[in-house]
């Protein structure tokens, strides 16, 4: 009889956005180490070639390849997934995980300058909007189900003024997740966030205040091992939709959302949401082939 933990993870195919190094490669190895094969996609292609290389050889077997992948173009994701498709047969894992501080990631007496203020938000979350959309198309093609992982942040749950453009792109990826628990309903892709504290990886090195600097020097450090262990457990709880878990010094919290008060004069918008819920749900199944058509997948 296969386990349930064999079947979350034997043969399936895995993306992952930012996979060349930090999370997205020690996500990448604890998932080849379980029957996965995975699809890297990230901007460093040196660092991209040598991780797909180092599990290939590993396993003397392709159980990786890299694709360069920059997630601010839909042209690149739409690449990315069509390689998991071509190479290894299809997409029932996506990571979307790339992301950025850098010398904006503050960003509020920084220059006007529309380009540069939107870069961080273009990565961190237009770049988790984008891949989702994607992953979900092809997932939704594919009919077997999925689960798609988006990499938020403790700062998406709490306000840190001095990485407010940052602070900000991790809240917008947990609204965005907790808007996609319907998609289980939808199309059987369960979508949630992993948001992790401080983890010492190369996210760290770039930047750009003495405060940021002082900031992480005082935060508690959460491990790899309990950052890889959120995202395994998002594939195999069947019951997470929607949800948050966060990655904490002392492990792995699953973090509820926010009620609503339930006063007198929000009580009967609340009894309507289930409905509205429904009729989204209707509308986006009438859509979904049409949706899948039109982009090509
Ligand atoms: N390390 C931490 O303290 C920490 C804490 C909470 C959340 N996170 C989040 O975890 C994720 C992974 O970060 P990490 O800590 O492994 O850092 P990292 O810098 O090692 O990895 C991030 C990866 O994203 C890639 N990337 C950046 N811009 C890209 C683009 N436009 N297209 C494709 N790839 C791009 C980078 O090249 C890099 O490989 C990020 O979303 C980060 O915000 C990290």
Redo the contacts with the bound molecule.
């Keep these: 009889m296969i386990n349930s933990t064999e079947s979350a993870f034997n043969s399936k195919i895995a993306v992952i ?10 996500i990448a190895k604890a998932l080849v180490e379980r029957g996965v094969k995975v699809v890297l ?4 292609d040196k ?2 070639n040598a991780a797909a290389k180092e599990l290939n050889d590993q396993y003397d077997r392709q159980v990786a390849i890299y694709q360069h ?4 173009k839909y042209s ?1 994701l739409k690449v990315l997934f069509s390689m998991a498709v071509e190479v290894f047969g299809g997409v029932d894992i996506a990571i979307m ?5 850098g010398p904006l990631a503050g960003g509020v007496f920084t220059p006007l300058d529309d380009e540069a203020d939107m870069r961080i938000q ?3 979350l237009g ?1 988790v909007i984008k891949g989702d959309k994607v992953a979900l198309l092809h997932m939704a093609k594919q009919n077997r189900g999925g689960v798609i992982i988006n ?5 998406g749950l709490t306000s840190l003024s001095i990485l407010g453009q ?1 602070t900000a ?2 809240h917008g990826i947990v609204g965005w997740t907790r808007c996609l628990a319907n998609m289980k309903e939808v199309c059987n892709v369960r979508v949630n966030a992993v ?11 770039n930047l750009d205040s003495k405060e940021s600097f002082d900031f ?1 020097e005082a935060t508690p ?2 491990k790899m091992e309990h ?1 890889v262990k959120a995202m395994l457990q998002c594939i195999e709880d069947p019951t997470l939709a929607g949800d948050l878990l966060l ?1 904490l010094p002392d492990g792995v919290h699953f973090q509820p959302s926010l009620a609503l008060p339930d006063t007198e004069e929000m009580s009967e918008f609340l009894k309507k949401l289930p409905h509205v819920q429904e009729q989204a749900n209707n509308r986006y199944k009438k859509i979904l082939a049409e949706a899948i058509k039109n982009a090509g997948i």
């Design positions: 956005t930012g996979g060349s190094r930090g999370i997205g490669f020690n996609g990230d901007i460093l660092e991209g992948t920059d997630v601010t690149d995980n790339a992301g950025i501080t273009e990565i961190n770049g990499t938020g942040s403790m700062s940052y792109s991790k948001c992790p504290c401080v983890c010492d990886t190369d996210l760290n090195n992480l450090k959460t950052i990655a």
